[in-house]
Structures are given as C-alpha cells and as structure tokens.
C-alpha cells in the first residue's frame, strides 16, 4: 500500500469510482464458465424465478422452448450443460424468440451456446429455443443467473432437465452455489478481546454497541477464522489484509449497506487498477444485522486457502486497513469520507490474542501537520510580536552583539523556515509526487513555502536604517510576510479536513478561529496600547526638554506592561499549539 496510510485510502478510492466489472449489454462471454457476474456481491438464495420448458425428452436435432419468468429483472444468461457434470462447457446451441431482449453468445468453442440480455431494461419472462446437438449427453439441465439490481443476483438457478430416451434417472440434484446468509440477532461485544480473540477498535476500547464503535475482530475456531466487523450504517465497512504499507496485492472484504440489505464480498487488490471480485465463494457462516446505526457482517473462512489466488493465509503476520464510506442504492461503493484505520505494526491474526487501535493518519502527514503548527502558530506569531512592539523594550539590551529584540526576531524566523522546509517536503515523500486529491491545499503550501523563501532572502539584502530605500523595502518586508501568514493560517483550515491528517470536527475549526482571535486580540492591545504611549507624550508642551523626559517616562511604563503581555500571548499560543498537537497524535 502507498506509505504509511495511504494504502487502504487508495484502496477504496479504487472502489469508489465502482470500476468493477457489470455488463449492461450482456457481452458476458468471460464468465461463461462460472455465471457469477463481476458486482462485488454474494449471490442470494432461494432464487426468485423459475426455467420451464415444454418436453422432458429430447433427441439430437430437437427444439426445446426454454422460458426464464419471476419478478421484474434486469440481466439474465443462460446455458444448457450435462446434468451429470454442471461444471463441464454448455452444450447445444440457442435460437432466440425476441431480439429485443435477447441475444446469443458463444461460450468455449460451441457456436451461439448461451444466451444473455441486451440491455437493462426490465424484464418479467423471456423465451427461447434450445437446439439439441448430436453428441448431447444422456441428461441436459438448463440454468440461468438472473440479476434483479447490480448487487442482487442469483447464480445457476437449477431448471428441469431434459433427458434422451432411454437415459437414466439423475443421481444428482442441482445444488445451491453459495452460502445461506442469516441474520444476527444481537450486536457483538468485546468480552474476549486480548484473551480469546483478536481485536482492533477504534476509537481505542470503544463500545462496540455505538454506531460510532469500528470493531474487528478475528476467533481461531479450529482449521477456520471466525471474523466479525462493525461501524457505522450509512454505507459500507471494509477491512483488507496486506504484506506492507503500500497499495498493491491486497486481500479485501467489504460488507455494503444496499436498501437495508448487506452484502458481502471479496475483492483481490492490484495496484491503483480496478478490484478484482472473487468469482468464488470462500466465505461460510454469513450473517449481518442493521439496527440503530449500527452495520455488522460476520462469516467464516479457511485459515489455509492455497487454492484461491487473492485470498492471503491467515497464518501470516499482515497490516490492517479499516474504512468506511458511502455506498449508491446499486450498491456501488465510494470514496471513504475519512483516512482508514491503519495498524501500527504486521500481525497474526491466529496467533496471539490481542486488542489494539491503529492511526487513522501516516506518521509523515502527522510530522508535516506538527511542524506546521508550530512554525506557523509558534514561532512566526511570536516574532512578529516582538519585532513589531519591543524594539523601545529590548533597544538597551543586546544578545551576541545585537540588538536582543532583533537576535530573537531572527532566531524565531529562521526556525520558521528550517520548520516549513521540513515540512514542506514530507508529503511528496509520503505521495510519491503531487496530491491530485488534496484541494487547494497544497496550491496554497507552495505559495507559504515561496513567501518563506523570499523573506530571509530579503531581509539579507535589508538597506542601512537611514538608506533612502529602507522604508521600500520596510513595506515589501512587512506585505511578504503579512501575505504569508494569512495564507498560512487559511492552509491550515483546509489541511485540517483533509483524509490524511482529518482532525475532530467541529472542534478543529473553533480551535483555529480560537487561535486568530486570540492573535488578532493581542496584537490589537498593543496597538492600541502603543497609540496611548504616543499620544500621552504629544499632550506635554512644546518643550523639547519635557518631551523627552515624557518619552523616557512613557518607555518605562509601557515595558513592564508589554512583557507581562507577551508572557501570557506566549503561555496561551503555547496553549493552543498544545491543543493541536494533542489532537494529532490521537488520530
């Protein structure tokens, strides 16, 4: 999967955009041997409609009408093959009564030897005519896979079967190609967790009875796993198995919330490519249930499956994805609204009993998001204070043989821009290249990253106090980094709600607006209080003797005022800057 986190949330961004495999047209020649379409889906049981045909003998060169009917639906394929061996290649050949609604395909080598639909349109009965071969086998039994809705579906539904005269009785009877699927009765609980089975929850040791609980878990019963999965109702849960962190060659189960019914399926993951539904069922015990808020699937399946190409050995230590997100009335699944759920570290899910969380954001969108606070929140908000209200306070005081207020307006600075440097680059690292999914946001962190540049750069070429350029390049200072702090603070707004790094909402936001106000507040103080200063010594008359004993006087009583006022800006920035981080390391 894509580093650290990314993987399941590229996983289902293949998911969302439903490339799975459906046939509108009927052209569904490659699954002539299995009948099972490619939705994602198991197959319900009992079926629904019915195969009827007019004679229950038959010789070489007959025509058998052949009549498919039920409820309304939308696909349909149908073949005739030997009673004695349903797996073996169709057999005979079709003619058809309404080109409309049907027409003929061809499956192996047999010439016009299925017939499937030829749109979506809605259908209650078609008819059609089967050609006996002649070299057809003793016992000839019709079946048909009929598809309701995308995700509704029926497999190889038995239909009579037609014998030559002479032939004996079947041995066999047509048998059901899937799992019966039943319903729980109550949600799942969490006794057991870290001594019989293993878990992973999120939010940590949450109730797994709230809607808002995500539950995993995995019982060794024997040769078979018993897994059970919970979350929220609104569309799907999924959870994949992978040999790293990165998108690519994954094992993967989804359970989609489609018109209050669940279904449930594997999918084989390669690479940014579509999934590959498993044709085969390797999942036993299925069962679900939707009750207030709550979706929750259950089954079994082998801990050894070498037979199945997808399915991973459940012997093995594996990462652990978890996402959820909306799914369509067909039952197509979309973008997950939030980062999966990502284990920390492989694990075997047989072997020793455990019950962990996860991060729902990669350590290096974490890093990018911490150093961006606290160059952004910390460094650069302080030493724009002090740079722009305690040169009259520190102008005495001086620090390796500057001016203290300059020393510690640079050092801040220069830590701002080894910070945003840092962090700048870690996404690309963590993408691989460019986010094509991240908005604005990084439009925007280029424009920072630039400002960030350009002013050290800038301020290397600064003109001497009394240079006739020094108010310029005062104002061009002052605009490049007045520019930049706004775009860095609206950066942050968005970057908060991205997947990769989705703080708690709303609290995210009113802590950012917090965090301005707060800002805004103390820099208007000063302002206002500096105004005052001024405005207390032009009040003293002409005299240039009383003016600046007035200054003076002025400077000592607005110093203790502006350091008890950058003390208290300091602990609350601090404050907040702890907030944040604080709530990123919980994701």
């Not at 540049?453 to 061009?476: C, D, E, K, T, Y």
Request: charged fraction near 15%; glycine fraction near 8%; charge should be neutral.
């Amino acid at each position: 999967m894509e580093l650290p986190g990314l993987s399941f949330a590229v996983w289902l961004s293949i998911c969302f955009c439903a490339s799975v495999v459906g046939y509108p047209n009927g052209k569904v020649r490659q699954v002539c041997a299995s009948m099972i379409p490619c939705h994602g889906a198991s197959p319900q049981l009992p079926p629904e409609h019915t195969i009827t045909v007019n004679v229950t003998e038959f010789k070489p060169g007959d025509n058998i009408e052949v009549n498919l009917s039920g409820p309304d639906f939308e696909g349909f394929f149908i073949q005739a093959r030997d009673a004695e061996h349903l797996d073996s290649p169709a057999v005979g050949s079709f003619m058809l009564a309404d080109r409309r609604l049907s027409q003929l395909l061809t499956c192996g080598h047999t010439k016009n030897s299925a017939v499937s639909h030829t749109s979506k349109t809605k259908k209650k009965h078609i008819r059609v005519y089967w050609i006996a071969p002649g070299d057809a086998p003793n016992r000839v039994q019709f079946l048909a896979t009929v598809v309701k809705k995308y995700k509704t579906f029926w497999v190889k539904i038995p239909g009579p079967i037609v014998s030559q005269p002479n032939a004996l009785s079947p041995t066999t009877e047509a048998v059901p190609t899937s799992h019966p699927v039943s319903l729980l009765s109550k949600p799942f609980n969490a006794s057991g967790c870290g001594s019989m089975k293993f878990c992973i929850r999120n939010p940590s040791k949450c109730d797994t009875a709230s809607a808002s609980c995500f539950f995993l878990s995995f019982q060794r019963e024997g040769s078979s796993v018993l897994i059970e999965m919970s979350g929220p109702s609104e569309g799907y849960i999924a959870f994949a198995l992978s040999h790293d962190q990165w998108m690519g060659g994954d094992d993967a189960y989804l359970c989609v919330n489609e018109e209050h019914h669940v279904h449930i399926s594997t999918a084989y993951l390669k690479g940014r490519s579509s999934p590959v539904w498993d044709l085969e069922n390797v999942l036993e015990d299925v069962s679900w249930r939707l009750a207030d808020g709550l979706l929750q699937c259950s089954f079994r399946r082998s801990i050894l499956l070498p037979a199945y190409k997808g399915r991973f050995n459940l012997d093995k230590n594996y990462y652990i994805f978890l996402a959820d997100g909306e799914a369509s009335e067909g039952g197509l699944i979309y973008k997950h609204h939030r980062q999966p759920l990502i284990t920390n570290g492989a694990y075997n899910v047989t072997g020793l009993p455990q019950d962990i969380g996860g991060s729902r954001s990669p350590r290096l969108i974490k890093a990018h998001g911490a150093l961006m606070f606290v160059a952004w929140i910390t460094t650069v908000s302080i030493g724009v204070i002090v740079a722009r209200f305690f040169k009259p306070v520190w102008s005495h005081s001086f620090l390796f043989g500057k001016e203290m207020w300059f020393q510690v307006h640079r050092m801040l600075m220069l830590t701002t821009v080894m910070l945003t440097s840092i962090a700048f680059v870690l996404p690309f690292i963590y993408r691989q290249g460019w986010s094509q999914q991240a908005g604005y946001h990084p439009y925007l962190g280029c424009a920072v990253m630039a400002l960030t540049i350009v002013q050290p750069l800038m301020a290397g070429f600064r003109p001497s106090r009394h240079a006739p350029r020094r108010q310029l390049f005062n104002w061009f200072h002052w605009s490049a980094g007045t520019t930049a702090r706004i775009l860095a603070v609206v950066t942050m707004f968005l970057g908060m709600d991205l997947p990769a790094l989705d703080l708690p909402d709303p609290w995210d936001t009113y802590v950012m607006i917090g965090f301005v106000v707060w800002h805004v507040g103390i820099d208007v103080l000063l302002e206002v209080h500096s105004y005052w200063l001024v405005r207390k010594v032009e009040l003293v008359e002409d005299d240039r003797v009383q003016i600046l004993q007035s200054l003076t006087s002025a400077e000592a009583e607005g110093r203790q005022f502006k350091q008890v006022v950058l003390a208290i800006y300091v602990c609350g920035n601090i404050g907040f800057l702890t907030a944040f981080l604080a709530a990123i390391s919980q994701i």
